[in-house]
């Protein structure tokens, strides 16, 4: 009987120690229209709001990606010039890898501190951490 028993736990052992039942992070996209010789990412807000993240420090991230001016407009981010929605989208998930999601976990629960200076990106899921400096 204490063969057997432990038998059993050695087997659970070798289990691994949590199951992970994450479900995979989507991206939201970008709906983009055309006004004049301008783009306008119409959800801009939206998306701000669903990864979480500072409408500031993401519409200066887009800009400086598309290599353009703009501004924050309300619940939209305008653009100077003329950019087609595959490429703000690809900026985007751009975005979400590098800010967003957790390199270790892959979940958005994340946040921007700052630690001594260094502006690191900290998972609230499971508490990895990567400095954001360049
Ligand atoms: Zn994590």
Redesign the pocket.
């Known amino acids: 009987m204490d063969d057997y028993e432990s038998m059993l736990d050695e087997g659970r052992e070798e289990l691994p120690e949590e199951v992970f039942e994450g479900k995979r992070f989507e991206t939201p996209s970008a709906e983009t229209t055309k006004r004049g010789n301008r783009t306008v990412i119409t959800n801009f807000s939206d998306i701000a709001k669903k990864v979480n993240r500072d409408e500031k420090h993401f519409s200066k991230y887009l800009l400086k990606e598309l290599g353009t001016a703009g501004h924050v407009d309300g619940d939209e981010l305008v653009l100077q010039g003329s950019f087609r929605r595959g490429i703000v989208n690809k900026k985007l998930t751009s975005y979400c890898e590098d800010f967003v999601i957790?390199d270790?976990?892959n979940?958005p629960d994340t946040k921007i501190v700052k630690e001594k200076e260094v502006t690191m990106l900290k998972?609230e899921?499971?508490g990895?951490r990567k400095s954001l400096e360049d």
């Open positions: 957790c270790e976990c979940r998972c899921a499971c990895a």
